[in-house]
């Protein structure tokens, strides 16, 4: 997203069907990740791709036990999007949250969506 274009809020999807906004969409560069803290305390990792998809998942690095997935590096795995944790370099796959070196690990996700600024 360039910074002449209109500010629109990201927003994330709770269990209970109700939208929260996290952050700025013009924070995110492609291909990068930002930490947001949630209702209750828990945090989330959101990425834009660099196709600009937006996707969230949990930000605590189930291996490391420490919040760290919003720094990790994202690349994919034949067209899917994914984070390498940056402490134990495991790779997350950010649409399903599924841990593609350990199946028996995943990371939450939400549904994200974008809305206009007012």
Known sequence: MH???RARTVELGTPDGHWIAVCDALELEPDSGTAVLLPGGDQAAVFRTAAGELLA?????PFADAWAIADGI?????????????LHKRLFDLRTGACLDDPSRTLPTWPVRLHPAA
Do not use: C, I, K, M
Not at 74 to 86: E, I, L, N
């Open 57 to 61: 998942v949990g930000n605590r690095d």
């Open 3 to 5: 910074r002449t274009e």
């Open 74 to 86: 994202t690349g994919s795995v034949d067209g899917t999007p994914t984070v390498s944790s940056p």
